[in-house]
């Protein structure tokens, strides 16, 4: 990410050791460092990496009633007057700092086994393709499982409509009195068959896509706790640190999704004559379920200005490392085709030379190439997977859209023979 993108801004003072007097200003936080600026001068009076910081500290002495400080090396900075509150800044700060270094520790696992090839950078951004296509086969797979509840409490309202039916014949006939012990056994049954859906719903928040930390803002500015994000197929489910349920926002109960940052959302719901229920969730890992957000809800998501650089970024990204994974698997089957149609004739000094030339410029080991030749088989059986359950949706919303149809004749043809029998 750009270092210029600025992740939050706080008016504060900041301590200057050498000058021993304090400094309005703002403390800028970006997605790799800590930066200061002051308000009259402009002057950057302090800038760091976040990698850099060993100790984040809310403290306080006769001189200073509430600071926080950052112990960067062997240099300590003091900040005060922090607004809303210092709180909210240091949460925000150990957030990001916390994933700062999860990151560098990841990173430096992977160069305990460097990357010596294009094999494996090959490797990789086919990897991500899949671990990509195989988050859109769950969120499609889910709302396959949703149409199947539909479509099954709908076959329950036929079954339901049949049994009023029954009873509108019973009573239109004027022969005998209609409540017998029989034509009450069939409204008992559907009232048990209500208690199915229930139990649907509570299936419904199974298969997390992705969980990601966050800090929670509700309300208030001043309002700000560490949390999680759990983004589902059926919807987005909001936990505190402790994994305690906050809110659960269904899918289909979500107003509007506004993108602020690359790091930073929020979530709406609208209610009718009560407060509206909104979220806002600032998080390292944003970016990562951004994608997802705007997969689930690309009619309500709303990209703000700070944030459309971001996206059109990641857009122009995908499709250079799209354009590059076939260009490097064109030169690679046209390596392997020259070499093995190489004429007998041209074996010789010339032909070791350029034997051994190939051998130095080979890029893809055979063992690489084995791998993103299983990857791709992946790949391709769920590219025919998706397709399949993507036909299947389109006969279940066929089928619900008929039924519905149907539904809605039979309800208002008993509405017109009860107003008969009133």
Not at 157 to 186: C, H, N, Y
Request: proline fraction near 4%.
């Amino acid at each position: 990410m750009n270092e210029d993108i600025r992740i939050h801004t706080w008016p504060c003072s900041y301590y200057i050791n050498s000058e021993k007097r304090w400094v309005s200003g703002k403390l800028s936080l970006t997605p790799i460092s800590v930066r200061f600026t002051a308000d009259k001068s402009g002057e950057l009076l302090a800038s760091f990496h976040l990698s850099s910081i060993s100790e984040i500290k809310k403290e306080s002495s006769h001189f200073i009633f509430s600071s926080l400080t950052i112990l960067e090396n062997s240099t300590k900075h003091w900040f005060s007057s922090l607004q809303p509150n210092r709180n909210v800044v240091f949460n925000i700060l150990e957030h990001f700092w916390r994933e700062q270094l999860l990151f560098i520790e990841g990173a430096g696992a992977q160069a305990v086994c460097p990357q010596t090839s294009k094999g494996k950078e090959l490797t990789g951004l086919l990897m991500s393709s899949e671990k990509r296509l195989g988050d859109t086969a769950k969120v499609l797979e889910h709302q396959g499982e949703q149409f199947d509840n539909i479509m099954k409490g709908l076959n329950k309202i036929e079954s339901e409509m049949d049994v009023a039916d029954r009873l509108l014949s019973e009573l239109e006939s004027p022969s005998w009195w209609p409540f017998g012990s029989k034509l009450l056994k069939g409204p008992s049954d559907g009232a048990k068959s209500k208690e199915i859906p229930t139990a649907s719903e509570s299936g419904n928040k199974d298969g997390v896509i992705i969980r990601i930390p966050v800090i929670i803002t509700e309300k208030t500015d001043s309002n700000v706790k560490p949390g999680k994000l759990a983004l589902l197929a059926s919807g987005l489910e909001i936990s505190d640190s402790n994994s305690q349920l906050l809110h659960w926002f269904d899918k289909k109960d979500v107003d509007d999704v506004k993108v602020h940052t690359p790091y930073e959302i929020s979530v709406r719901q609208r209610f009718i004559g009560k407060p509206d229920i909104s979220y806002r969730l600032l998080s390292a890992k944003m970016p990562e379920a951004i994608p997802i957000l705007e997969m689930q809800f690309s009619k309500k998501i709303q990209f703000m200005e700070d944030a459309l650089g971001f996206v059109r970024a990641r857009r122009n990204h995908q499709e250079e490392v799209g354009t590059s994974i076939w260009q490097a698997a064109t030169g690679l089957i046209g390596n392997m085709v020259h070499t093995g149609s190489t004429p007998p004739s041209s074996r010789g000094a010339e032909g070791s030379q350029q034997a051994q030339m190939q051998k130095q410029e080979q890029v893809v080991s055979e063992a690489d190439a084995q791998e993103m030749k299983q990857i791709l088989r992946r790949l391709k059986s769920l590219a025919l997977e998706t397709e399949t359950e993507l036909e299947r949706q389109d006969e279940a919303l066929d089928a619900i859209t008929s039924s519905a149809d149907r539904a809605t004749m039979n309800i208002d043809k008993q509405n017109r023979r009860m107003k008969k029998l009133t």
